[in-house]
């Protein structure tokens, strides 16, 4: 647990850091460290490195663009409220309900709300309670964490280290037979 913590604070403080540096260039990304910062929206950043995503959001910016039930389940950080990993779900949904630019970066609406659903009911109960019919959250039938291109990649990234771990593995051991089958033709002479 305090390797996971440790590196959830290594992301937000190079993220905010690359932040402030985006604010003084103006420039929309930047890649530092392995970690890339994306403005969402104004007092909104998307930090992501290899291995996860996170979602950063100035507190008085999250007042006015988040519902309550949203803002409860953020990590304070300083001046922000943190979202990382499935819980990034949760700024993104209320987000993209009316940003079209962030409502692009979703690649994958069904992951989006079956991440939602499986892992933040409590919000989807009351998300649902104050909406109308057609605003409620409704569960998907879809891998969860993967509504981010970001996530997809890393998820890649994770099925290509498998698979070569796997075929690493199924070379050693046919090495290993063919090195006894050659041995038992060996004695057999």
């Known amino acids: 647990m305090a390797s996971t913590w440790s590196s959830i604070n290594t992301l937000f403080e190079t993220g905010i850091e690359i932040f402030k540096l985006m604010a003084e260039t103006g420039a929309s990304k930047s890649e530092a460290k392995g970690t890339e910062v994306t403005k969402l929206t104004n007092g909104a950043i ?3 490195n290899d291995k996860d995503v996170q979602i950063s959001i ?4 999250a007042k006015e663009l988040m519902s309550e039930a949203a803002i409860a389940l953020g990590h304070t950080k300083g001046w922000f409220l943190c979202y990382h990993g499935a819980a990034a779900a949760i700024p993104l949904y209320e987000l993209s309900r009316n940003n079209a630019e962030i409502r692009d970066l979703i690649v994958s609406e069904e992951s989006l709300r079956a991440t939602l659903c499986g ?3 409590e919000y989807v ?3 649902n309670m104050n909406s109308p019919p057609e605003a409620q959250i409704k ?3 879809a891998p969860p964490y993967l509504f981010l291109q970001k996530q997809l990649d890393i998820a890649a990234d994770e099925t290509r280290s498998e698979v070569s771990d796997f075929q690493a593995v199924r070379d050693h051991c046919e090495a290993v037979e063919h090195g006894i089958y050659d041995d038992v033709l060996e ?3």
């Open 46 to 48: 998307l930090v992501s």
């Open 58 to 61: 100035d507190k008085s910016a």
């Open 119 to 121: 892992n933040y009911p």
């Open 125 to 127: 109960k009351t998300h």
């Open 139 to 141: 569960d998907a039938d």
């Open 187 to 189: 004695l057999e002479r």
